[in-house]
């Protein structure tokens, strides 16, 4: 295991790397859940419309941490960020707002 490392002397890939694995791992909660119920029942189409949009949150998330300095504005910049993909998540799973991408 690697001694920790201050922001400075780390890999600019460790932080992408991390994006990755946590959009991997969130991708992974539906396929080992389909598994084990037959409550979720995803198709190709729903796991590529999860891995698109985990994945531009992943790449806007990195831009951000990599472009803004430390401030109440990159702050803001990641709450947006998360808060749209939760929004669109919400939405297009059970039709919250009730737009015509709604899931119901």
């Known amino acids: 295991m690697k001694p ?9 890939l460790a932080g992408r790397r991390a994006l990755l694995n946590m959009v991997i791992a969130l991708l992974l909660v539906p ?3 389909m598994q084990f119920t037959s409550q979720v ?3 190709p189409m ?12 992943a790449v806007a998330v990195d831009v951000i941490l990599g472009r803004t ?6 702050s803001l910049l990641l709450l947006a960020i998360l808060g749209s993909l939760a929004l669109i998540w919400v ?3 059970v039709g919250l707002i009730g737009t015509p991408l709604a899931g119901t």
């Open 69 to 74: 300095r430390p401030s109440k504005r990159k």
């Open 4 to 12: 920790f490392l201050p922001n400075s002397e780390r890999s600019p």
């Open 41 to 43: 029942t995803w198709g």
């Open 31 to 33: 396929a080992s859940a």
């Open 91 to 93: 939405e297009l799973a």
């Open 46 to 57: 729903d796991f590529a419309l999860a891995a698109i949009l985990l994945g531009g949150g």
